[in-house]
C-alpha cells in the first residue's frame, strides 16, 4: 500500500483497493451534502472545486454507509476513526449524522460536540448553530467484539472533555471548511499517543490531517477527488514544519498534574482545586 501521498480519485472506490486491517487511525470530514442553492445569507456557498455538494440525500446517505464500512475494514482491530459531520435540516426536518452512522459496522465510542465559536450559516429559524459533531467511532480488538469497552485513554489526555472548543481554520482558504489542526492533531494523539502508525484521511482536502500525522511521526495516507487541491496539499506537507508552533499549542492541552489512578488513589472527583489540596502537605489542609 502506498503510503505518505495523496491518491487522486473518489474515495469510495479508492478505499476498495486498499487492504485489510492496515491502518491504525483515521480522520475525515466528508462533503456534508448541504447543497449549493439554498445557503442563507451569512456565508459564502460551499462549491467543492470538482466534487458536488448536493446530491439525493438518500443516495449521499448510502454513499457514506459504504465509505465508513470500508474504512472498518482497513483500519486495524483497535483502530478508531474519527467522523466530522453536523446537524443540517431539510425543510423544517432534522437530519442528524447518527442516522446513517448507526447503521454502518462500526462501535460509536462517543459522540463529540465541536463547539466551534463562531459560525453563520443558518437564518432566523434557530439559534444559531456553532457546533459540529466528531464521532469516534473504534473496530473492537480480536475476541472483544460483543463487549467493545476499548483501550483506555491514557492519564495525559484526561483533561479533555467530550466537548471541543477549537476555533475553525483561518488560514487556509483554498478549500471550502477545513479543518483547524488541532482537532485532527487532538484526535490522533488521543489514541495513538507515543505510538507510531498509519493515518487516513479519505477526503483530505487541504491535508490538514496528514500535516498533524506528519508532524506527529506517523505514516499518511489521503485520497482527494480534486488534482488541484491535492497539488496544493501535497505542497503543504512538504512544508509542514511551519505549523508545528500550532501542534504543540495543541499537545500542551495533553497534561495532568495527576493521573487518572493517583486521583482515584486520592479520592478525588473533580481536579483543579481539589488537586492542589491533594497536594499539599496534611496539616496545610486543615482549613
Ligand atoms: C470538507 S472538505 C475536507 C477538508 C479537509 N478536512 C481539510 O482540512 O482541508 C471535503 C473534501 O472532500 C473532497 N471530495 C468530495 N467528494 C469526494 C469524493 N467522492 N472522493 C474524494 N474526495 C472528495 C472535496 O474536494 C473536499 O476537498
Known amino acids: 500500500m502506498k503510503k505518505d501521498t495523496i491518491i487522486i480519485g473518489d474515495a469510495l472506490t479508492v478505499l476498495r483497493t486498499l487492504p485489510d486491517n492496515s491502518v491504525d487511525v483515521g480522520v475525515t470530514s466528508p462533503p456534508y451534502n448541504k447543497g449549493e442553492r439554498d445557503k442563507g445569507w451569512l456565508v459564502d456557498k460551499v462549491i467543492y472545486d470538482i466534487a458536488s455538494d448536493r446530491k439525493d ?15 472498518y475494514r482497513i483500519i486495524k482491530p483497535g483502530g478508531s476513526f474519527f467522523y466530522n459531520h453536523k446537524l443540517r435540516w431539510n425543510r423544517g426536518w432534522l437530519i442528524h449524522p447518527y442516522h446513517w452512522v448507526s447503521k454502518t459496522k462500526w462501535v460509536i465510542r462517543q459522540e463529540i460536540i465541536w463547539q466551534r465559536k463562531i459560525a453563520g450559516n443558518i437564518r432566523g429559524w434557530r439559534f444559531w448553530q456553532v457546533d459540529e459533531r466528531v464521532f469516534w467511532l473504534c473496530k473492537p480488538r480480536k475476541g472483544e467484539e460483543n463487549e ?8 495525559r489526555h484526561a483533561k479533555l472533555t467530550s466537548i471541543w472548543q477549537i476555533r475553525p481554520e483561518d488560514k487556509i482558504n483554498w478549500v471550502p471548511d477545513p479543518f483547524p489542526l488541532a482537532l485532527p492533531a487532538r484526535c490522533i494523539y488521543s489514541v495513538m499517543d507515543e505510538r507510531k502508525g498509519c493515518v487516513i484521511d479519505p477526503y483530505a482536502g487541504s491535508g490538514t490531517t496528514l ?23 501535497l505542497e503543504r506537507l512538504l512544508n509542514a514544519e511551519r505549523e508545528k508552533k500550532r501542534l504543540l499549542e495543541e499537545l500542551k492541552l495533553h497534561q495532568v498534574e495527576l493521573t487518572f489512578q493517583e486521583r482515584k488513589q486520592r479520592g478525588i472527583a473533580k481536579p483543579r482545586k481539589t488537586i492542589k489540596k491533594a497536594l499539599a502537605p496534611k496539616q496545610e489542609r486543615m482549613f
Open 148 to 155: 467493545p469497552i476499548g483501550e483506555e485513554l491514557k492519564p
Open 57 to 71: 440525500e438518500v443516495e449521499y446517505q448510502e454513499e457514506q454507509i459504504n465509505v465508513l464500512n470500508e474504512l
Open 211 to 233: 500535516v498533524a500525522a506528519k508532524l506527529l511521526g506517523h505514516e499518511f495516507l489521503g485520497i482527494e477527488i480534486s488534482e488541484e487541491y491535492t497539488k496544493k496539499a
